[in-house]
């Protein structure tokens, strides 16, 4: 569905005026098309950030951030949650339907067959120096896919579910083996008669000394975990794979970008600066009370993590998903971790307070997936990688769609340049040296 024109706005500028189309989307959502604004009047806009720029139209996502509302091709994400696998809900973003039964065994049996990376590739993870970061690894591999599958970058659309399926496969044992290559233990290599999930499961988890048993609930808990993730609009990553691939950069170069612009704290690392808040907190006696006054305090550089989205103005529906699938996990491993204590007496307090109510600063998406991520046994610094693997269709999604636009363009925006005007080049001999920095 393309969007309609809906009606048209006048600018004055001076004593000109001009008129521009405004379009509206499915969901009632209204842009002003500004495309002809600096041909016709010299200006640009100024929006840091792009907060209320348009990009792109897209049909994968729908966000309504006042009410809380987050769908996926029309389904709503608690929906998907509940109801499906991250098999399904990764078919459903690449290919604008939800599978049938024979379309899902072929999907699954695809996501096996290309699940074992070159064993070249092999070679790349010995190299890495100890502890090296696994989203450090993670995008340097998957970038490294392309020349081990060049062919996948002459016609994307010979064979849509092949290509995909390969790289939705592959990221996830590269994920598992750059965890495996942190903690200095062998390679796992995936199973074929193992689910997406389980397959992860036990690559990340089985040695020679131990052997994964899939516990039902832990495999229910990614699968909800990854389709939260799945995509999120024109988030960070999202937009950078669309920047990336517009300028005609194959998926996995787009892919690669996507996954270190997720590595930013602001972004995918926000989950683990949740859990190290959590555990500054633990260490400063856990008073919750002083926590809160710190945070409402505009001379403290303190923040509360996990708190509010640039998004949502309500709830942030993924987060209420991943509380009760944080319980659902505490439930089963009957640990006593303090982390969750202060986190759960720290939504609490939150949500009763009148300075968190009136700037709705709700508990995130992240206020709880690291949480859970910690209870299953998955690192810290492994958080963002499950992130960037959930998130993995979406930008696919994203990166089909723009290649497929007629209106897309090579990403190029503008900018309001403040520097110096006009200057000769002074001769060496008569340039004079700076001022002294004052005592």
């Not at 990553?237 to 612009?261: D, E, F, K, P, T």
Request: with cysteine.
């Amino acid at each position: 569905m393309k969007m309609e024109k809906n009606s048209n706005a006048e600018i004055t500028i001076g004593e000109e005026k001009f008129t521009y189309p405004i379009y509206e989307g499915s969901e009632g959502e209204r842009a002003l098309d500004i495309r002809r604004l600096r041909k016709e009047t010299g200006l640009i806009t100024y929006d840091p950030g792009f907060m209320n720029t348009g990009a792109c139209s897209s049909a994968i996502t729908f966000i309504d951030g006042e009410k809380g509302i987050l769908r996926y091709r029309g389904y709503d994400v608690a929906d998907l949650a509940e109801k499906c696998e991250f098999l399904e809900v990764a078919y459903l973003l690449v290919h604008g339907s939800l599978p049938n039964t024979e379309q899902k065994a072929r999907y699954s049996n695809l996501l096996n067959i290309h699940s074992m990376i070159h064993e070249d590739m092999r070679e790349f993870f010995s190299n890495y120096p100890d502890h090296s970061h696994p989203m450090a690894i993670l995008s340097a591999m998957a970038v490294s896919l392309s020349s081990f599958y060049p062919e996948l970058g002459k016609d994307i659309k010979e064979d849509l579910d092949m290509t995909v399926t390969r790289l939705i496969s592959k990221l996830r044992t590269i994920a598992a083996f750059s965890f495996k290559k942190s903690i200095g233990e062998p390679v796992v290599y995936p199973r074929h008669d193992l689910k997406y999930c389980e397959n992860f499961l036990n690559m990340m988890f089985d040695s020679p000394v131990r052997e994964e048993a899939f516990d039902p609930v832990m495999v229910d808990a990614l699968n909800k975990l990854l389709i939260i993730h799945a995509d999120h609009e024109q988030n960070c990553s999202s937009s950078v794979v669309r920047a990336v691939g517009s300028a005609g950069a194959n998926l996995y170069a787009s892919i690669a970008a996507g996954i270190c612009a997720l590595w930013g704290p602001l972004h995918g690392g926000a989950n683990q600066h949740v859990i190290e808040m959590l555990e500054n907190i633990q260490k400063d006696g856990g008073d919750i009370d002083a926590v809160i006054e710190k945070a409402k305090n505009p001379r403290s550089p303190f923040r509360l993590m996990g708190f509010g989205h640039r998004v949502y103005k309500s709830y942030d529906p993924r987060a209420k998903i991943a509380k009760n699938i944080c319980k659902e996990v505490v439930k089963k491993t009957k640990r006593n971790d303090p982390l969750l204590d202060i986190a759960f007496a720290l939504e609490e307090k939150a949500l009763s307070d009148p300075y968190f109510q009136e700037r709705n600063l709700y508990p995130n998406v992240d206020f709880y997936t690291g949480l859970t991520y910690r209870e299953m046994g998955i690192p810290t610094n492994m958080f963002t990688v499950m992130f960037a693997i959930g998130r993995l269709p979406g930008w696919i999604a994203q990166w089909l769609e723009m290649t497929e636009d007629p209106d897309s363009r090579i990403a190029r925006p503008r900018q309001v340049y403040t520097g110096p005007n006009a200057r000769k080049i002074i001769p060496m001999k008569k340039r004079k040296s700076p001022p002294l920095p004052s005592s």
